[in-house]
């Protein structure tokens, strides 16, 4: 059974850094890419980005790019969302999904709530 | 960016009857290898959302075939005949045709 299980969340300040991490099982990690997607509390989706299998590639939304990172450890089977200077707009539940061409994503974790407050 | 704009924004049904949810994108979604990549997802009352429909109309693994996708280019409709309990919930259309990859804001589908 596919399963993908996040952690990491909680309240932050702004400004802050936080880092997520998703571990997965059920599956071989490293032969997919995975991906990151947000829901806002006004329960709007959004995707993040990806990073290849291998940890080779990534790609993200261009409005988050310059403060989130996507990496993995496939030694780990995780897969982690690095996020900087984060602002109260940040505040959302951040949902770890396996990524597989033509269906996208395909399972998705629980998610882990992120809020940006002082 | 690609826009996807779903209508109905809510849809209140009586149990047994078909809903019929309209995904209408600001872009062409068929891709430059012939396939279409929108995708349907459903999001359970506090549940993850989990894949339904991908590549327009092909249902994914343990999809009843109530749920049924169509359309081409721009518009796009996904169809659930015999509406039941567990069909409850807010439905997502999503494109991974252009870059970034977008969502459409959400149908509620509720019981009337």
């Known amino acids: 059974e596919v399963q993908l299980v996040e952690s990491g969340g909680g309240l932050v300040q702004p400004g802050a850094s936080l880092k997520l991490s998703c571990v997965a099982s059920?599956?071989?990690?490293?032969?997919?890419?995975m991906s990151w997607v947000r829901q806002t509390p006004g329960k709007t989706m959004e995707w993040i980005g990806d990073?290849?299998?291998?940890?080779?590639?990534?790609n993200y939304a261009p409005s988050l790019k310059n403060r989130f990172t996507i990496s993995r450890d496939n030694a780990k089977s995780t897969l982690y969302l690095q996020m900087s200077n984060v602002r109260s707009e940040d505040t959302a539940t951040y949902y770890c999904?396996?990524?597989?061409?033509?269906?996208?994503?395909?399972?998705w974790g629980q998610g882990v709530m992120v809020t940006v407050s002082s | 960016d690609v826009v996807l704009t779903q209508t109905p924004v809510s849809l209140s049904v009586t149990l047994g009857d078909q809903a019929s949810i309209s995904c209408r994108s600001s872009?062409?979604?068929?891709?430059?290898?012939?396939?279409?990549?929108l995708e349907w997802y459903l999001q359970k009352p506090g549940q993850s959302p989990q894949l339904l429909i991908y590549?327009?109309?092909n249902r994914f693994s343990g999809v009843p075939d109530r749920f049924i996708g169509s359309g081409s280019g721009t518009d796009f409709t996904l169809k659930i005949s015999r509406v039941e309990p567990e069909d409850l919930g807010v439905y997502y259309c999503?494109?991974?045709?252009?870059?970034?990859?977008?969502f459409g804001a959400g149908t509620k589908l509720e019981l009337k």
């Open positions: 999904t396996r990524r597989v061409m033509g269906m996208d994503f395909d399972y």
């Open positions: 059920g599956f071989t990690f490293s032969d997919y890419w």
């Open positions: 990073i290849k299998y291998d940890g080779s590639y990534t």
């Open positions: 872009q062409s979604l068929e891709y430059s290898d012939g396939y279409t990549y």
């Open positions: 590549e327009v109309s």
């Open positions: 999503f494109q991974a045709t252009h870059d970034p990859p977008t």
